[in-house]
């Protein structure tokens, strides 16, 4: 055997090799695992959505049973800390980038949502921090929130950041058009358009609730100086930069360390406000601290997803031919700006217009919003593309599945039927042919590709009907 299939046989892949020690329940989540003399941490948590910081009395709780220390704003402050979170500088309207207000890692003047992080309590077991926690006092000035994205950008509503005007993070649209002759040529298509139907669609606000809620252990090795947080993350690699950005020191200077993870779709790929005083208090006392998010925390401090509201407008000729499209978005960004929040609203749904469909004008714009809530969003949100081209079709009195083949771009549609269509469902569809012609729509059109009538069988019209919207 040659060296180099040598090399190859070695590289080969022999099988998942997770399977067996999850089957046996021997994973390694994040509560799994606690060092000997481990602390336990818990946080104080804002009951407001928007208030100011009056005063924090910690006294009762130091003095508590098994304390071993409370942590606020003040005790950071002289790390000299830096924001957490920042939103990625992707270019919006004018050039303009994301607005990323400073997100402390324990709230300092104000808190900007519900769950926001304000003292944390380190103790010898995590009863004893929770009991603790329960004596912290925080006296608050209620404010005035806004909790909906669209109330947000209204005239008159509470203004979240002041570098944020109309609490717009970040303002967006595509494609470029720097003259404005895209801008003039969509308008004129909507200004001679036989017909136009609109569509409004409401994203609603999700919750991830992943099998395995959040958690942390934090530990600091003085002889190496260097911290290590063993936490579930989506990339280490991304997130301890993110963290060590946050605390001001060199990647190098902390180890991440991630095993089994229970679930995150998108929530646990950044650094959250509780990783920062857990690391800066396990330098501070020389133990390892740990941390565990219970599931009413996980509701109102892990990053959700989606909450946004789509107005979608579409212009058609007499003959029902799509000429142009618009599509409006208002986006929920949460209280702060946590790193590709703005790509859900913006090139991830630019990304996917007009799909298959020949539209010769398009147009998104986005509006990323401030507003006293969790961060989000994660998760791609719902298109309005099927209810819009619907619509039309009902307008025009057409069938919906022969108007869709229709309206696709030829070579496109074309394309996607070769790599979609397997050939039982080609035979089904010789069979459905009558005198070379498929039934699109009201009227039929030629598909071409599609052979004489060949046999065909129950298997082949039973596949068919997961492509009905292929068939007359």
């Given at each position: 055997m040659t060296q180099s299939a040598a090399a190859s046989n070695d590289d080969a892949w022999n099988g998942r090799v997770e399977d067996d020690a999850l089957l046996r329940g021997q994973g390694r989540f994040g509560d799994d695992v606690k060092p000997d003399g481990t602390l336990a941490a818990y946080f104080v948590r804002s009951p407001h959505a928007f208030a100011k910081i009056v005063r924090i009395d910690v006294a009762a709780a130091k003095s508590a049973p098994g304390v071993v220390a409370v942590l606020t704003a003040t005790d950071l402050s002289d790390a000299h800390y830096h924001s957490i979170s920042h939103g990625h500088p992707i270019p919006g309207r004018g050039g303009k980038t994301a607005v990323s207000p400073h997100r402390p890692s324990l709230a300092e003047t104000r808190v900007?949502?519900?769950?926001?992080?304000?003292?944390?309590?380190?103790?010898?077991?995590?009863?004893?921090?929770?009991?603790?926690?329960?004596?912290?006092?925080?006296?608050?000035?209620?404010?005035?929130?806004?909790?909906?994205?669209?109330?947000?950008?209204?005239?008159?509503?509470?203004?979240?950041?002041?570098?944020?005007?109309?609490?717009?993070?970040?303002?967006?649209?595509?494609?470029?058009?720097?003259?404005?002759?895209?801008?003039?040529?969509?308008?004129?298509?909507?200004?001679?358009?036989?017909?136009?139907?609109?569509?409004?669609?409401?994203?609603?606000?999700?919750?991830?609730?992943?099998?395995?809620?959040?958690?942390?252990?934090?530990?600091?090795d003085a002889a190496a100086k260097q911290f290590m947080l063993r936490v579930g993350t989506q990339g280490v690699a991304s997130v301890r930069g993110q963290i060590a950005g946050a605390m001001n020191i060199k990647p190098e200077e902390l180890r991440l360390l991630t095993e089994d993870v229970g679930g995150a779709f998108g929530m646990k790929g950044w650094c959250y406000p509780e990783y920062v005083p857990m690391l800066h208090a396990a330098r501070a006392v020389g133990k390892p601290i740990h941390w565990a998010s219970t599931r009413s925390e996980a509701f109102v401090t892990d990053n959700q997803g989606r909450d946004s509201f789509w107005t979608v407008e579409l212009a058609l000729n007499s003959r029902g031919r799509f000429q142009a499209l618009r599509v409006d978005c208002i986006g929920n960004l949460g209280a702060y700006f946590t790193g590709v929040a703005h790509f859900v609203f913006t090139t991830h749904v630019s990304g996917c217009l007009p799909t298959v469909y020949d539209i010769p004008h398009a147009q998104v714009n986005t509006r990323c919003v401030f507003k006293h809530a969790a961060d989000g969003p994660l998760s791609r949100c719902r298109t309005a593309g099927g209810q819009l081209s619907d619509r039309a079709r009902h307008r025009r009195g057409r069938r919906c599945h022969g108007d869709r083949c229709r309206r696709a771009a030829p070579a496109q549609f074309d394309q996607a039927r070769e790599d979609s269509v397997h050939d039982g469902v080609r035979k089904h569809l010789r069979q459905r042919r009558v005198s070379g012609r498929l039934r699109a729509g009201a009227q039929g059109r030629r598909l071409p590709g599609i052979p004489r009538p060949q046999e065909g069988g129950e298997k082949a019209r039973q596949a068919a009907r997961h492509w009905h919207w292929l068939l007359p």
């Open positions: 900007m949502h519900v769950g926001e992080p304000v003292a944390m309590v380190v103790a010898k077991t995590a009863a004893a921090a929770q009991d603790a926690a329960d004596k912290v006092v925080v006296d608050y000035e209620e404010l005035s929130p806004v909790t909906d994205a669209r109330a947000a950008v209204k005239q008159g509503a509470p203004q979240l950041w002041p570098e944020a005007p109309g609490n717009i993070g970040f303002d967006w649209t595509a494609p470029p058009d720097p003259e404005g002759k895209k801008q003039a040529a969509l308008e004129r298509a909507f200004k001679e358009a036989a017909h136009v139907v609109r569509v409004e669609l409401v994203n609603q606000r999700l919750v991830v609730a992943s099998l395995e809620a959040r958690s942390a252990t934090a530990s600091y």
